[in-house]
């Protein structure tokens, strides 16, 4: 589903990153874990072509991402990748459920609305849909972000530090609610994370250095 070939990134005036190699198929989970500085944001922006690479492929559903333009990266994002950010990054004069039915609404998908109650169950937060973000608690939020990320169907799920500011308790909630939707939905999982606690819930697992 999405492999890497001697990925490489180099920031201006910074110095050169290189990643290893890495895989991930339909419905599994790669765990990605480095301590602070290794390079974990900068892996995922180039996953999910927020960057170009300096050097290297990154493969996505049969495509190299490489020579695609800015706006067609941004459709094909739009159609194939769905990320979770740390914070969730919510429009706070929206409501909660015309927040999670934008990307949908962006990737043009059929029957947004269909899928938003399902999805919505699913995470168990189809009650709170007419809130506004703030009014919604942190774990609550957290699992809006998910469900905004699995909304448009992607094949590819991009997860940033997901569980960092999470106790013990829904850190692995967290981790096996998003690796079950992954797997009903045949999508590749990739966790970018310092968060340790991880390696105990997945097995595959690559630590940068
Ligand atoms: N805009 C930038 N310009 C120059 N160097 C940068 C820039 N952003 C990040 N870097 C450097 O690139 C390296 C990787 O940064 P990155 O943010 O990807 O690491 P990280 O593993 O996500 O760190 P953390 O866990 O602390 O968030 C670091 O050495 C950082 O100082």
Redesign the pocket.
């Known amino acids: 589903m999405i492999y890497t070939r001697n990925l490489a990134?180099a920031?201006?005036?910074?110095?050169q990153?290189r990643f290893p190699d890495m895989e991930c198929a339909e419905g599994r989970v790669l765990l990605i874990t480095?301590?602070?500085?290794?390079?974990?944001?900068?892996?995922?922006?180039l996953l999910a072509g927020l960057l170009k690479p300096s050097g290297g492929e990154i493969n996505i559903a049969g495509t190299d991402i490489g020579p695609f333009s800015a706006g067609a990266m941004d459709t094909f994002r739009g159609k194939h990748i769905g990320i979770i950010y740390q914070q969730s990054h919510f429009i706070a004069s929206l409501t909660v459920g015309e927040n999670l039915l934008l990307p949908a609404a962006l990737a043009s998908k059929d029957h947004p609305r269909q899928r938003l109650r399902n999805i919505a169950e699913r995470l168990g937060i189809h009650g709170l849909l007419h809130k506004k973000p703030a009014q919604l608690s942190q774990g609550e939020q957290q699992r809006a972000s998910i469900a905004r990320a699995l909304i448009s169907s992607p094949q590819l799920l991009l997860a940033d530090?997901p569980t960092a500011s999470l106790d013990d308790q829904n850190c692995i909630a967290v981790a096996e609610l998003l690796a079950e939707q992954a797997q009903q939905q045949q999508a590749a999982l990739l966790i970018?994370t310092?968060d340790s606690r991880l390696k105990q819930v997945f097995d595959h697992h690559i630590q940068?250095s």
């Open positions: 990134y920031y201006p005036n910074g110095r990153l480095g301590q602070s500085g290794v390079g974990k944001t900068t892996l995922l922006h530090e970018v310092h940068l």
